[in-house]
């Protein structure tokens, strides 16, 4: 892998575009969260306020039919010597570790972000040569960086759900880690919510929010509570549909959803589908 994929898709971004403010913000999360990354890495420790690591991301231009932005990373040939050889072959592989760890951390997927920790703890663990810390030392001081970068996450989420649908880390032929809105979500409301995998679950409608594309649903776990489950579905859009005609009769549907939960708690639903075993739901 020589460079780094970056893709939005869905939305504005299928028709190559999107708000310059939201891809700007973007673009300097990302740049934020790669230097933070190879800095400790390479040293050992967070990068200084404002110190800029020796390999810098570059984009070239971005590809059309979607908003797909290629980063390179650029070299500055006189301090590379004072640089370890395997954080300079190995710096793309590096970030997009870095990278895939902090969106997955703060987007609420603890376990599929511990993954990438673990390649970059053995990348470490390979050049030992290189180190001067310990496996627990270098965790902790993993760690401790990651904790101050989650404005960057922020930032780079932000074209998510403000013209984009999803945001795609692609090795190779195919994404490597997919930013969707709730994981973006999540990584906004900066409260450790924890994004659950897409699930079946049968819905009590109590009430249709047109304008922001919402239902107000029984929560599943008891009566006299309610959630609000955010529609993705585009035919939520079309009238007449299943979700408006269960809010009419404040009846159930079945649907495919991401659950989000915040303290434990189910707090909202992101409804995706509706679930094919339910009649009337569309064929792929």
Do not use: C
């Not at 898709?9 to 403010?21: F, K, N, T, V, W």
């Amino acid at each position: 892998m020589h460079s780094l994929h970056f893709k939005f898709e869905g939305d504005e971004a299928d028709r190559h575009r999107l708000p310059m403010r939201h891809l700007g913000a973007a673009l300097v999360g990302i740049d934020g969260i790669v230097n933070q990354g190879l800095f400790v890495f390479a040293y050992g420790r967070p990068a200084p306020k404002r110190r800029r690591f020796e390999l810098q991301l570059s984009t070239e231009e971005p590809k059309s039919g979607s908003v797909e932005i290629i980063a390179i990373l650029k070299d500055s040939q006189w301090v590379l010597p004072l640089l370890r050889d395997f954080v300079v072959s190995g710096g793309i592989e590096i970030s997009k570790h870095f990278l895939s760890y902090v969106l997955l951390r703060f987007g609420g997927r603890p376990t599929e972000a511990n993954k990438h920790m673990e390649a970059l703890l053995q990348m470490n663990r390979d050049h030992l040569d290189a180190r001067n810390q310990n496996d627990e030392q270098w965790r902790q001081t993993f760690l401790a960086v990651v904790d101050r970068l989650a404005p960057q996450a922020k930032q780079v989420v932000a074209p998510v759900g403000n013209g984009a649908g999803t945001l795609q880390l692609i090795d190779g032929v195919s994404p490597s880690l997919v930013v969707d809105e709730p994981m973006a979500d999540a990584i906004r409301a900066r409260q450790g919510d924890q994004v659950g995998d897409m699930t079946s679950i049968e819905i009590q409608v109590d009430g249709v929010i047109h304008h922001s594309r919402q239902l107000k649903i029984q929560h599943p776990d008891g009566e006299g509570r309610f959630i609000t489950a955010e529609i993705r579905d585009p035919l939520f859009t079309e009238l007449p549909n299943p979700y408006a005609e269960a809010a009419a009769a404040m009846s159930s549907i079945r649907v495919m959803a991401k659950p989000v939960y915040r303290n434990g708690e189910l707090f909202k639903l992101y409804v995706m589908d509706i679930a094919r075993d339910q009649g009337g739901a569309r064929q792929s």
